[in-house]
């Protein structure tokens, strides 16, 4: 059986990857009922996958769509499953990504249930070095 949401987010990190129009996989995305990302995201291993995607896709076309700033991470314009998040929502609170166990525990303890229902349960060390936040660094 195939695995929608991962699927999904393949195919838009895809066509961000190569600057092409993401909107018709995103608003899937977004219509995608909870219940179903949280079927198919069962474990740890396929949660990471489809958020290191779905946060690897958005720097891309958020990069694209803006001038790239440091508050472009704390917008809430990802829109997955009637939820809004931002790319600090996916990084810290779904992929834990706090480098102290307080901050963690603060961040998950205020979280909306959503991020806590499709949060990663056992943190990977090597999530951090699959984000890719190299569009969104300034140059200049």
């Known amino acids: 059986m195939e695995n929608f949401p991962i699927q999904l987010s393949e195919n838009i990190l895809l066509k961000a990857k190569l600057g092409q129009d993401t909107s018709m996989f995103r ?55 009637r939820h809004l998040l931002s790319l600090n929502d996916i990084e810290f609170r779904i992929l834990g990504m706090y480098n102290k166990p307080l901050y963690k525990f603060i961040g998950n303890l205020f979280s909306p249930s959503f991020v806590k229902q499709v949060a990663i349960k056992n943190i990977d060390i090597n999530c951090q070095k699959k984000l890719d936040r190299t569009p969104l660094i300034d140059t200049h």
Do not use: C, H, T
């Open 27 to 81: 608003r899937e995305l977004y219509f995608m009922k909870q219940k179903k990302l949280e079927y198919f995201l069962n474990n740890d291993e396929l949660k990471g996958i489809f958020w290191i995607n779905i946060y690897n896709a958005y720097v891309l076309i958020l990069a694209n769509e803006s001038s790239p700033e440091k508050s472009i991470f704390k917008y809430k314009r990802i829109k997955i499953a």
